[in-house]
């Protein structure tokens, strides 16, 4: 029997800390507490262990507990712009799970939203390929939506294209809507079916 507070046994205090997260959802705790169960998860549960009944009872629960709480982890740091971190970490678990959807969703996620975007589309292709050989299936519904994201062009800003021309000597710039008639702009409504338009004046310098 192991006799010690609950608070000293590494897979007892990981659970406790995971349905503290969950109650503390959208809060700014909730990635504290989930960093802090990340930290106590080293290796595979009971490993060195001889026994079959850890193995095939209690081991599949702890890994999906541990698996959702990495998942949960990325979207958090997607929320907050920390890509790059993020896909080395994702790369190593989706070869690991190499049938697990939501991973590699994220994984595609973070590779487009840190500028890897022909390799997101590799790997969907490779998953693609691996689940209609083993499965018989196509992918997800939702697997299938990121891959029609990935397939668009780079990223907008408020509707209209990134600038790349000469900045200088713009004076200055602004955003109007109205509809385009014979190269012309009618109107600055922004009613439905209108286009927008990035204004620039030039100075005279």
Known sequence: MLDVDPG???VLRF???VAEAG???GTAEERELVEEARRLWRGQPFE???SDWLRATVSPSLQELHLSTVERRVDLGLAEGRHGELVAELLG???GHPLRESLWGRLLVV???SGRQAEALTLYERLRRRLADELGTDPSAELRRIH???LRPGPRQGGVAV???VVEPCAGGCLISGKAVEGKVEGEGGGEGERRFLAFVWSSV
């Open 111 to 113: 590779l487009k939203a």
């Open 48 to 50: 060195g262990i001889d």
């Open 148 to 150: 029609a994201c990935l």
């Open 15 to 17: 659970r406790a800390l």
């Open 23 to 25: 109650r503390a959802r």
């Open 163 to 165: 600038f790349t021309g």
């Open 93 to 95: 678990l989706a070869a």
């Open 8 to 10: 000293q046994v590494d």
